[in-house]
């Protein structure tokens, strides 16, 4: 390659790929592939290091050197040198390859500069009598695993023939001239626009990895999109001549080769734990210009993204077909490049195509080194998107080895052995299943996991006592501390003494109107001290109160007063539009008895009557009774410390059930109420100055409406507790938020109307700021929660599945709505006979060892604000206009266009 001597040439595609993502972590020392291989035998390291040099010296790839000229990258060749081979003894330490291996983790881990600069290492380590190991590492910009091998059977070829005294053959390996010269006459040839026309209609229409709902960040990787990793997660599997035997078999048996039942069963791993249907899987490739040919070490290799789609009827059958065909098509066009599909796709950097990468490799070292014993491992391959299985089936070697790499950015700590672990279940799955088997049908646990899982993580093991209602709660509390102070809107304050006299009076009034246990009463009133007078009066009533937020347009306000029939409206006269009878204030109660009632209400009987969002249009009313709020609280009062010392803000409309916690968390314990006003609440910056003021200590906050406070966060705030509910918590986006006044506990509550406010609790540590993940924790004590499959199924960690929730926190049902009760609140399947599980249609997964991790929803369904939206309701509502032929809704930067 005299002509490359001293001349500079252009990258070739796979180098520039390599180069452009390394600019974006200049430092990562992942872009370095390595292994060492154990030479076991007698072997001479002195005609070694002589093979090694002029192995080097033939080798242009390895003195290849980088530059930029004007911007842009350039390489050249620079002739053959004294290159350091390190030699060194480490056989006298306690443990010799633990010894050497951790020399090779520190070089390997050094950051390399990519200009002017030498861009491999070699070294040399004995361990022991006849034991050594050869170590050697490069830079994915000159080295590849093609060029690895090649490198390796030529040192081997002039050590041979060095120990037996003959010539090496000269000129074994080719120079790169002819690579460089394939690869430019391929970017200009009609065979790529080929190749590329085949991958963007192969891709068509395809989403990135973990655009769907599952694919959050845990143990399968997913949600947002990766940068380069930080760090590699790696789990090393290997599988003894039986159990490799049987795979071997199961590929056999299903028509395939390993690599497409590696890749098949992958790709059901990666649709099972992220709900994916539409699956990539990244297939690593030689790329060369013509296989039939012998080429130069180099960086030639590519990813081919194998687009395998899975529908809830897909068969084993369908799929192992659609894979082998998939393959055989891919392989024509390997040379189109992995970098130039991203761009077609317009995936930006950061951006991942292929959720698991699998690589077959079905090649070893025998005795290469004249009769020496050689066994390869791997070190590094590089860096990868998301996660990676290397699966070495070595001729020559018992058993196949699996090798996981993951991004340790995008996956928990345990990825690395879940996946491959997943993988080969699904594997003995796949083998044992009959052709036509859906697979979806393949159940993913062992008997073993899921005693464990129902066991150890659903929870529900333990049952509030306790019986009681609302009122009969609050009276106690008010006869306990009634001059405390009970309720404070814009500067005036009721004790609960006043509060309870007032609540009494208009209980008496409603009452004499009709109100009764088991009826309803529909409030329209604005956020005031008045308000949570005429809720505690509707229970004291012994009616269910109907929360109707007044700002409602006209439309929804009717509908609900027509489907809820109510037989009172409390609310101002100007909102009250109905003929219902209506009182419109609460001070029309004044004159009636100020002491208690006593009027006989029971544990289960209705409290509120909560709508939420109907996909038909229509919303639909929850029933919750009473003792669904008391088991809540008196369930989770241990690990809030709920006390006469809080003070607590009535933030929310009271439309939405998060208020039911935030007026019961502090009336029922002897807490101060802050009722916020509504112009308060839409302004983070006077929101801030009443926490500060109020002294506020227990704030109950929407994700989104938090993110709008931190930057006003002040340090004369008395937060102890901030309460994330109604919607997914992105953890990163407290991250460098500190917490001010020595730093309230921050927990995150995942829950649903339909289950009483909450479902689960998890608080936040310092960790969790800057994951991706939406951590909701454990299930409160008396729920049981299961992460199920479509056939109703528990799945294991790590595996995407629909949430569903049992126990005593399950409303009634959907008012008047029976049908749709029956859909949704179904027989429990695990738990004592005749109780329900109600199903959320949100995903989620269990992490490793237990905990809740959200996904998203497995519908339309979005939370704006902590309110769960139905966009078919929406698009409903507008195509039902005179003016409107057809509607579509989506959801923009946090807000819901039609």
Known sequence: MAELDGGLRDLMAGQLGIWQAQQFAPENSLFNIAEYL????????????????????????????????????????????????????????????????????????APVAAVDAQLFAQAVFKIGPDRHLWYERGSHLIMDGRATLAFVTRVADIYVRLLAGT??????????????????????SADREDDGAYWRAALAGLPPAGATAGAAAGV??????????????RHTEQLGTGPAGEVKAAARRLRTHLPGLMIAAAAVYRHRATGERDVVIGLPVSGLPDRRKVFAPGMTSNVLPIRLRIDPDTTVADLVRTTNQTLREALRHQRYRYEDTLRDLRLVHGSYLCGIHVNVMAFGYPEMFGGCTVTGTNLSTGPIDNARIDVYDRPGEAGIQLVTDVNGDTNGPDAAREIPRRVLTIVDRLAAADPADPVSRLDLLSDAERRAVLAEWTGGRTRVAERSTI???????????????????????LTYAELNARANRLARHLVEQGAGPEQRVALMLPRSAELVVAVLAVLKSGAAYVPIDPDYPDDRVAYLLEDADPVLVIGPEEVADTDTDTDTDTDTATGHGDGDLGVPVAPDHAAYVIYTSGSTGRPKGVVVPHQNVVRLLRGTEAWFGFGPDDVWTLFHSYAFDFTVWELWGALLYGGRLVVVPYLTSRSPREFAALLAAERVTVLNQTPSAFYQLLPERRD????????????????????????????????????????????????????????????????????????????????????????????????????????????RFVADRFGPPGERMYRTGDVARWRAGGGLEYLGRADEQVQLRGFRVEPGEVRAVVARHEAVADAAVLVRDGRLVA
């Open 38 to 109: 154990e030479i076991r035998g007698e072997f001479d390291v002195g005609l070694f290091t002589a093979a090694l040099r002029r192995a080097l010296d033939e080798t242009e790839t390895f003195r290849l050197r980088f530059r930029v000229v004007d911007g842009v990258p350039k390489q050249y060749v620079v002739p053959p040198y004294d290159y350091e081979i390190s030699v060194l003894d480490v056989s006298a330490e306690p443990d010799p390859l633990g010894a050497a291996e951790a020399w090779m983790r520190d070089d390997l881990r």
């Open 167 to 188: 010539p090496a053959e000269e000129g074994a390996l080719e120079p790169l001239a002819p690579l460089l010269a394939a690869e430019r006459a391929y970017r200009d």
């Open 220 to 233: 399968a990787g997913g949600g947002s999109a990766p940068r380069l990793p930080s760090a590699l997660l």
């Open 471 to 493: 009122p009969a709660l609050f009276e106690a509390q008010a006869a306990r501390t009634p001059d405390a102070p009970a309720v404070t809107f814009e500067g005036r304050t």
């Open 716 to 823: 004369d705030w008395a937060l102890r507790q901030v309460i994330f509910g109604g919607e997914a918590l992105d953890a990163r986006r407290l991250a460098g938020r500190p917490a001010t006044g020595g730093g309230p506990r921050l927990v995150n509550m995942y829950g649903i109307t339909e289950t009483t406010v909450h479902v689960t609790y998890h608080p936040l540590d310092a960790g969790e700021a800057g994951d991706g993940a939406s951590a909701i924790g454990e299930g409160l004590p008396d729920l049981r929660v299961y992460v199920l499959d479509e056939w109703l199924r528990p799945v294991p960690a790590g595996v995407a599945g629909e949430l569903y929730v049992a126990g005593p926190g399950l409303a009634r049902g959907y008012l008047d709505r029976p049908g749709l009760t029956g859909a």
